[in-house]
């Protein structure tokens, strides 16, 4: 099993900058497919981003594509997402999330919400 505690959100201005990192201990780290999600307030969870456990390869949802950049330091049990030029539309609760996915190798990603475990979240809110 492991165990993510999340931390960096906090309130941004639009158009501002926000680091999240996702700290992890249990397991080893490199074992497992990572990814971020967000719930705004009475919607859905969705997804944001996933990185493959060697970190050389990552996807995005189109709305964060070009202004958010997912990464990982496996020496360091951590996941990080930088999130640039907010909007308003970005405030939510992010959470990471982990998954030991049997297949796919070290390049393997998981754009979906089927992860095993799960961080409690921080809040990003983005307003003036």
């Known amino acids: 099993q492991v165990q993510l505690v999340e931390s960096g959100g906090g309130l941004v201005q639009p158009g501002g900058s926000l680091r999240l990192a996702c700290a992890a201990s249990?397991?080893?780290?490199?074992?497992?497919?990572m990814g971020w999600f967000r719930q705004a307030p009475g919607k859905e969870r969705e997804f944001v981003s996933t990185i493959s456990r060697n970190g050389d390869h990552t996807y995005y949802a189109d709305s964060v594509k070009g202004r958010f950049t997912i990464s990982r330091d496996n020496a360091k049990n951590t996941l990080y997402l930088q999130m640039n030029s907010l909007k308003a539309e970005d405030t939510a609760v992010y959470y990471c999330?982990?998954?030991?996915?049997?297949?796919?190798?070290?390049?393997?990603?998981?754009?979906?919400?089927?992860?095993?475990?799960w961080g409690q979240g921080t809040q990003v809110t983005v307003s003036s």
């Open positions: 249990g397991r080893t780290f490199s074992n497992y497919v």
């Open positions: 999330a982990a998954d030991p996915l049997p297949y796919g190798g070290s390049s393997a990603l998981l754009p979906t919400d089927n992860y095993d475990y």
